[in-house]
């Protein structure tokens, strides 16, 4: 599958990068979920930089940032489209296009080991090999905030996840098969989430390297 193809052809990105009003209806979700997430992290917590990993046009990147008053921001997406917008919304953001492994050089041209914090939100049911994603993910970083999708439920179990679905989800997850996932990744979690066992909800962690 190409990805970068399938997310610069995505109906919904295609309509947020080319309908401002749409985007502001979507900037009000995203501006709750940066709320929850960020509420996730102790106010000790040392963070003076942030990447979010599938930052699609930077908009929850960027939310998060502000609240946690963070000025060293970087966003990664595999769509082009997504990054073009993203530098022209936010000029004072390093953007890259690719993949997490396309990450290393640009850390290692600014001498950068790890980040302080990586946002994955509604990223990890995307990606092929997630396992094997988030510990990747553990090298770059000591601390992760997770915002994905709980989808394993009645209300779904028609759904045909993979390739073909139409949002690009490879596969679901309920509570449990989540917890296990950043256990297996060689994270600690601490855990706040909305879990509602007939609809949709989301798993919200802050994960740390064990």
Same mark, same amino acid.
């Given at each position: 599958?190409?990805?970068?193809?399938?997310?610069?052809?995505?109906?919904? %990105? $295609?309509?947020? !990068?080319?309908?401002?009003?749409? !985007?502001?209806?979507?900037?009000? *979700?995203?501006? #709750?979920?940066?709320?929850? /997430?960020?509420?996730?992290?102790? +106010? *000790?917590?040392?963070?003076?930089? $942030?990447? +979010?990993?599938?930052?699609?046009?930077? &908009?929850?990147?960027?939310?998060?940032?502000?609240? /946690? =008053?963070?000025?060293?921001? =970087?966003? @990664?997406? &595999?769509?082009?489209?997504?990054?073009k917008l993203a530098k022209n919304l936010y000029p004072g953001?390093?953007?890259?296009?690719?993949? $997490?492994?396309? @990450?290393?050089?640009?850390?290692? =041209?600014?001498? /950068?080991?790890? %980040?302080?914090?990586?946002?994955? =939100?509604?990223? &990890? +049911?995307?990606?092929?090999?997630?396992? *094997?994603? @988030?510990?990747?993910?553990?090298? &770059?970083?000591?601390?992760?905030?997770?915002?994905?999708?709980?989808?394993?439920?009645? !209300?779904?179990?028609?759904? *045909? %996840?993979?390739?073909?679905?139409?949002?690009?989800?490879? !596969? #679901?997850?309920?509570?449990?098969?989540?917890?296990?996932?950043?256990?297996?990744?060689?994270?600690?979690?601490?855990?706040?989430?909305?879990?509602?066992?007939?609809?949709?909800?989301?798993?919200?962690?802050?994960?740390?390297?064990?």
């Amino acid at each position: 599958m190409d990805f970068e193809k399938f997310y610069d052809g995505q109906k919904d %990105y $295609i309509a947020f !990068r080319d309908d401002p009003l749409k !985007r502001a209806e979507y900037e009000i *979700k995203v501006n #709750w979920k940066a709320d929850r /997430l960020v509420s996730l992290i102790p +106010e *000790k917590m040392p963070v003076n930089n $942030i990447i +979010e990993i599938g930052c699609a046009m930077g &908009i929850l990147l960027n939310k998060v940032a502000e609240k /946690l =008053s963070v000025k060293d921001i =970087s966003g @990664l997406d &595999i769509s082009g489209e997504n990054i073009k917008l993203a530098k022209n919304l936010y000029p004072g953001c390093k953007f890259y296009q690719g993949t $997490i492994e396309d @990450l290393k050089p640009a850390m290692e =041209s600014r001498g /950068l080991k790890k %980040y302080d914090l990586v946002i994955l =939100s509604d990223i &990890i +049911e995307h990606i092929p090999d997630d396992l *094997k994603f @988030l510990t990747t993910v553990r090298t &770059i970083s000591n601390y992760v905030l997770v915002n994905l999708p709980l989808e394993k439920c009645f !209300r779904n179990r028609n759904r *045909k %996840y993979g390739e073909n679905d139409p949002s690009g989800h490879l !596969r #679901w997850y309920d509570f449990k098969s989540a917890e296990e996932l950043m256990r297996n990744a060689g994270f600690t979690i601490s855990i706040k989430s909305f879990y509602d066992p007939v609809g949709q909800s989301d798993f919200q962690v802050l994960v740390g390297r064990k």
